[in-house]
């Protein structure tokens, strides 16, 4: 990107004498500030890769903290607005105007909302709309144009006290400055050899430095304008631009309003001063010399053309420039061959003066422009060619239909580079896992918009069908885990994404399978805890976390489980055991309860008889009688009981939809304050399926308190629960 402010001209050597190099013009660009107001760590990154790290950029989150930082008038400030983070664009611009009116504004606006934000901020002093995503090398030659319409501004807002009153219809001007700098080209350059002619070229120089600056201003201006006011015409008294008649011609206005072309090497048509053979003479001189068109003033090009210009009718000047210009021709046509393009382009300048007439000229320019154009192509330049080609049609220096296929390869090529990109976006969204939000920075967006512009690209094609395969790989994730509602959801995005019957179907069977080989995993998990708790001897207590208690868990979730009868025989033995070894000890109750739950685990019926003649073995005649005796008092006391608050039990939702029916003996002791406590369930048919819905409703139960010799007494009491599923 030229500096607007540096202008340069270059010549090859002539033959015969020293290479004469001139030193560029330099301009160091004022610093200047950019305040990004934006909420969005992408677009800053993109913006930043756009500035190229030339400007310091402070990001702020809120519209006041952006007039705070525009509070400070010493530095040069640029304020950026991105349109996603700021819900009422005008307003903001508005009040930026009220406060700083000075400050140059760029606006971004996302794709499809370009024509909403530029006819909110017409008639403000935006400098320009662009596009997002950021497009780096527009971005970069109006910002170019913006910073340096800044720079300006600042200068003169501080050379002249009044400038900040004229500030609003300054930049109106700037904006419609743009055709101005299609002149830019035809300001002759300063003679670096004639000391006397310094201050027109400082002169020169300056104004092509203006002219530059004009157009990257116009550029700007074309991407504020074009879809505010399409075809509207420029308000500066310059003649009005007719707009874009097709996309096409938009695209080709968009790209090349957005580079800034650097000055065509324009030759020295200056006129020497002095007699007609005081000219001659020094024009044979420089001829011998072989000083054919340089150094500048002192060369037989400016020599025969001063003679010619004084006589018309000189013969020797005549044939001189004929010379000059059969010399130019060869050098046009050798530099040209040999790609050195800015050469071929002062030596066609030159011929021009040398034969204003000759026929060839046409043609020169014509193939000069198509090998520049040519070139910008094979660079990758879109923005350049695209400039190029408008310089050529204004000009009209070449054939409508090399215009039309430069056109059609400019958009083209465009195109590719807008798929390019938005591929780019899409692979990095799917790979971040950001699908679908969020909606407008998400790979489901901009895969829409591919396939809108491309959709028989393979490319796009190929990533939609990754798209489709993240949806389906998110719906079978969710699926496995249970969460259908969510399944659901990203299996119809991948059917609305083109998804097949067989991929939606592979996806429910992939699910199905998943599900089943999680639930065979968690039964084997189960499993194995029943035979560490059978090896440690944990088998009904306590109570969540006994062999009883997880085989009665695996029998509920998968009734088929290879694991469950030989687990459950090895439980019976061992209750069965354990019952034998309390009968022993004297403990009846607990070898009673024992062999009701070897029963129901389907202990050997023999081995069950056995332990119970063993307990009556136990039980001495003699004791027959206080046994008795202490069972009669037990059931009188519990004839006293009177309930006073009753608590239905729940029927297990299980239960009751396999219509399951059962009944739950419990025993339980009604304390002084008739309150129930140690509730334990005795025996139940069929096991574990009632005994939590017994044993909590009875825990709810209240008695009145039983007195006996005028103190209230502990009750133990024995009760059956049935349950049977209503009619």
Not at 210 to 239: C, I
Request: aromatic residues 4%; charged residues 25%.
């Amino acid at each position: 990107m030229a500096n607007p402010a540096s202008v340069s001209v270059s010549q090859p050597p002539e033959s015969g004498n020293a290479p004469r190099t001139a030193a560029p013009a330099t301009s160091a660009r004022p610093v200047a500030e950019v305040i990004a107001l934006t909420g969005r760590d992408d677009f800053l990154l993109e913006f930043g890769e756009a500035l190229g790290g030339q400007v310091a950029v402070h990001p702020v989150d809120t519209l006041d903290a952006a007039l705070e930082q525009l509070s400070d008038a010493r530095r040069v400030q640029l304020l950026v607005i991105d349109a996603r983070s700021t819900p009422d664009v005008r307003a903001a611009v508005d009040a930026v105007q009220a406060r700083s009116p000075d400050t140059t504004m760029l606006v971004f606006a996302p794709q499809g909302a370009e024509q909403k934000i530029a006819s909110a901020v017409k008639g403000t002093n935006v400098f320009a709309l662009l596009p997002i995503p950021v497009d780096l090398r527009k971005t970069s030659a109006v910002l170019e144009g913006a910073i340096a319409h800044a720079v300006s501004r600042h200068e003169a807002a501080h050379a002249d006290p009044e400038a900040k009153s004229r500030g609003r219809s300054e930049r109106q001007t700037s904006f419609a400055a743009a055709p101005a700098a299609a002149h830019v080209h035809d300001i002759p350059a300063a003679d670096a050899g004639a000391p006397e002619r310094r201050g027109p070229g400082t002169m020169v120089l300056a104004a092509a430095g203006l002219a530059v600056l004009a157009l990257l201003a116009g550029a700007g201006y074309w991407f504020f304008a074009r879809d505010a006011a399409p075809g509207a015409e420029q308000r500066a008294g310059t003649t009005a631009a007719s707009a874009p008649q097709s996309d096409e011609d938009a695209t080709l206005e968009a790209l090349g309003a957005a580079v800034d072309l650097e000055p065509t090497p324009v030759a020295e048509d200056t006129v020497a001063q002095g007699t007609v053979d005081e000219l001659l003479e020094k024009a044979r001189l420089a001829m011998r010399e072989r000083r054919y068109t340089e150094p500048a003033g002192d060369n037989a090009l400016l020599y025969y053309r001063s003679a010619a210009a004084a006589d018309p009718q000189n013969g020797e000047a005549a044939d001189g420039l004929a010379r000059i210009g059969a010399l130019l021709v060869t050098r046009f046509e050798e530099t040209l061959g040999a790609g050195q393009l800015e050469q071929a382009s002062l030596a066609l300048a030159q011929l021009k003066l040398a034969q204003p007439d000759d026929a060839r000229i046409p043609t020169f320019e014509s193939r000069l422009v198509q090998a520049q154009v040519t070139r910008a192509l094979a660079d990758g330049n879109i923005e350049r060619a695209a400039a190029l080609v408008r310089v050529a049609q204004q000009s009209g220096s070449v054939q409508a239909d090399q215009i039309a296929k430069w056109r059609a390869e400019i958009v083209r090529r465009q195109d590719e580079a807008r798929v390019k990109r938005l591929l780019d976006l899409a692979a990095d969204r799917i790979r971040d896992g950001r699908l679908t939000e969020p909606s407008d920075d998400s790979a489901k967006y901009y895969v829409q918009q591919l396939r809108e512009i491309a959709g028989t690209n393979s490319a796009v094609q190929r990533i939609s069908r990754d798209l489709t395969a993240a949806y389906l790989r998110r719906a079978r994730e969710a699926g496995i885990a249970g969460r259908n509602a969510e399944a659901e959801r990203w299996a119809a995005e991948a059917r609305a994404a083109g998804a097949s019957a067989a991929d939606l179907s592979a996806l429910q069977r992939d699910i199905a399978n998943a599900r089943a080989r999680a639930a065979s995993a968690e039964s084997d998990r189960i499993a194995q805890l029943v035979r560490e708790r059978l090896q440690a001897g944990m088998l009904s207590e306590p109570a969540q976390d006994s062999a009883v208690h997880y085989l009665t868990q695996l029998r509920a979730t998968d009734a088929d489980h290879a694991a469950i009868q030989p687990l459950s025989r090895e439980l019976a033995e061992r209750l069965v055991a354990r019952a034998a070894s309390a009968a022993r000890e004297g403990r009846s109750a607990q070898a009673e309860a024992d062999l009701e739950l070897a029963q129901r685990w389907g202990a050997d019926a023999r081995a069950v008889q056995n332990v119970r003649q063993q307990l009556a073995a136990a039980r001495a005649p003699a004791s027959s009688s206080a046994s008795s005796t202490g069972g009669r008092r037990q059931t009188l006391l519990q004839n006293r009981l009177k309930r006073t608050r009753y608590v239905a039990p729940e029927y297990p939702e299980r239960a009751l939809a396999r219509g399951q029916e059962g009944s739950v003996v419990v025993e339980f002791i009604v304390d002084v304050n008739g309150q129930t406590r140690d509730v334990r369930v005795v025996s139940s048919d069929p096991p574990e399926v009632f005994d939590r819905a017994a044993v909590n409703a009875v825990r709810r139960w209240r008695y009145e308190p039983v007195i006996e010799n005028g103190v209230p007494i502990e009750v133990p009491a024995r009760m059956v629960i049935n349950f049977k599923v209503p009619d």
